[in-house]
């Protein structure tokens, strides 16, 4: 049995690389809720049209500088998959 259910919300970081995109649809394919991060909107809208099947269980979170760790945790660790506080993007 997985640690983590079918049906969760599951964060991959660096979304758009070539490994981790296979990693999102795979998680996708086997029922997993996939938030994917990239550094820029640009990077992600690949990802966007790739994923687009899945509707609401693909989300993709811009974040400028994953250096920053709080401002980065924030925006990833939100419980409930909602927060209409924290912006799509982040700025610089």
Same mark, same amino acid.
């Given at each position: 049995?997985?640690? +983590? ?10 979304? /758009?690389? !070539? ?23 640009? @990077?992600? @809208?690949?990802?966007?049209?790739? !994923? %687009?099947?899945?509707?609401?269980? !693909?989300?993709?979170?811009? +974040? %400028? ?5 709080? +401002? !980065?945790?924030? @925006? ?11 912006? /799509?993007?982040?700025?610089?």
């Amino acid at each position: 049995m997985p640690t +983590v259910q079918p049906g969760s919300k599951v964060l991959v970081s660096g979304a /758009n690389g !070539f490994i981790a995109m296979w990693v999102v649809r795979t998680l996708l394919e086997k029922g997993y809720a996939v938030r994917g991060t990239v550094r820029s909107q640009e @990077r992600g @809208r690949h990802l966007t049209d790739t !994923f %687009k099947e899945y509707g609401d269980k !693909f989300e993709l979170v811009v +974040v %400028k500088d994953i250096t920053t760790v709080c +401002v !980065f945790l924030i @925006r990833v660790s939100v419980s409930g998959g909602t927060s209409p506080a924290i912006p /799509n993007s982040i700025a610089e």
